[in-house]
C-alpha cells in the first residue's frame, strides 16, 4: 500500500484546510490522520473503517475536523475547521491491515510522508 499526503500549507488561526491522502486501491480495513508537532511525539487525529461505517475523532479534533473518503479516486480527507495555533504539526496519514480504528501509530502498518500545517495568528 503506498501513501501520499498532501494539502497542507500555512494558515491563520480559524481558518481551514482540507488534507489529502491518495493510496492505491488496495483494501485496508482502517485509515486514519496523526500529526507530529516539533517536540512532541506523534499523536492520532482522526480514523475511519475503510467501509466508512465508524469514524473515531480525538477529543482535540471533534467538532472541528471531518475525516472522510471517496472510494471513487482512493482518496481519503481530513477536513480542519476553525484551526487553532495547536494544531501545527506534520501531518501523516496511515493505514491498517487489521480491523479497530487504533489510536495508537505502532498500530498501522503503512505510512505517507506527511504534510506539513502551520497556523498563526
Known amino acids: 500500500v503506498q501513501l501520499q499526503a498532501s494539502g497542507g500549507g500555512s494558515v491563520q488561526a480559524g481558518g481551514s484546510l482540507r488534507l489529502r491522502c491518495a493510496d492505491n486501491?488496495?483494501?485496508?480495513?482502517?485509515v486514519s490522520w496523526f500529526r507530529q508537532a516539533p517536540g512532541k511525539e506523534r499523536e492520532f487525529v482522526a480514523g475511519m473503517t475503510w467501509r466508512g461505517d465508524r469514524k473515531v475523532y480525538a477529543d482535540s479534533a471533534k467538532g472541528r475536523f471531518t475525516i472522510s473518503r471517496d472510494n471513487r479516486n482512493n482518496t481519503v480527507y481530513l477536513q480542519m475547521n476553525s484551526l487553532k495555533l495547536e494544531d501545527t504539526a506534520v501531518y501523516y496519514c496511515?493505514?491498517?491491515?487489521?480491523?479497530?480504528?487504533?489510536?495508537?501509530?505502532?498500530?498501522?502498518?503503512?505510512w505517507g510522508q506527511g504534510t506539513l500545517v502551520t497556523v498563526s495568528s
Open positions: 496511515a493505514s491498517r491491515r487489521f480491523q479497530g480504528i487504533a489510536t495508537t501509530s505502532g498500530d498501522y502498518d503503512y
Open positions: 486501491g488496495r483494501i485496508v480495513s482502517v
